[in-house]
Nanobody
């Protein structure tokens, strides 16, 4: 299983970015997919997750209202729409996939099966 994340970049505070994560692999699925982030000097933290079908989603409380997760099942691609970005959102964002998580439990899981390489998001003030 390979996860490829892209879409990061430099944006001014108040702006928006959409991250994408494309999953591939001959036996991929069904997996819950999600996003985590890690800011400089901080631990990695959970951002959002979506079920395999796309019917169930979860966004961590402090990002609700600004971040939205969605999925294109035909393309095995998950998106993270980030609006009203703040400098505190600056981090490396990682895509993840896990067959033992639900959208609601992925944030608490300690042994995520698959990780993609991160994509840098920098929000300037």
């Amino acid at each position: 299983v390979q996860l490829q994340a892209f879409g990061g970049g430099l944006v001014q505070a108040g702006g928006s970015l959409r991250l994408s994560c494309a999953a591939s692999g001959s036996t991929f699925g069904p997996y819950t997919m999600g996003w985590f982030r890690q800011a400089p000097g901080k631990e990695r933290e959970f951002v959002s997750a979506i079920s395999w079908s796309g019917g169930s989603t979860y966004v961590t409380d402090f990002l609700k209202g600004r971040f939205t997760i969605s999925k294109n099942n035909a393309r095995n691609t998950v998106y993270l729409q980030m609006n009203s970005l703040k400098p505190d959102d600056t981090a490396v964002y990682y895509c993840a996939a896990d067959p033992f998580s639900t959208a609601q439990t992925m944030g608490a899981r300690k042994d995520i099966n698959y990780w993609g390489k991160g994509t840098q998001v920098t929000v300037s003030s």
